[in-house]
């Protein structure tokens, strides 16, 4: 399985980003997909995933209320929707594969929130 993240960028406080992660190869046989994000200096942490279907959605406390992960089976494509963001939000995010030992990633993308 192969993951392409895109959609990172500069944003200020309070705004708002959505990440893409496109996903190829052998996806059949993908239990689910999620995204981590790794802030400098700190170590990488789980943010959100979403089961194979999509009916069930599982997020971070820190990120819970504001992020929101879809979908979409038919393009084979995983979304982050972040809205209301903060500083502390600045991290490289990742998309990832199979839980729960989560053996695919994807490259990562930059999220900057300035303040």
């Known amino acids: 399985v192969q993951l392409q993240a895109s959609g990172g960028g500069l944003v200020q406080a309070g705004g708002s980003l959505r990440l893409s992660c496109a996903a190829s190869?052998?996806?059949?046989?993908?239990?689910?997909w999620g995204w981590f994000r790794q802030a400098p200096g700190k170590e990488r942490e789980y943010v959100a995933s979403?089961?194979?279907?999509?009916?069930?959605?599982f997020y971070a406390s820190s990120v819970k209320g504001r992020f929101t992960i879809s979908r979409d089976n038919a393009k084979n494509t995983v979304d982050l929707q972040m809205d209301s963001l903060k500083p502390e939000d600045t991290a490289t995010y990742y998309c990832?594969?199979?839980?729960?030992?989560?053996?695919?990633w994807g490259q990562g993308t930059q999220v900057t929130v300035s303040s």
């Open positions: 190869g052998r996806t059949f046989s993908v239990r689910g």
């Open positions: 990832v594969a199979d839980p729960p030992t989560w053996d695919y």
């Open positions: 979403i089961s194979r279907s999509g009916d069930s959605t």
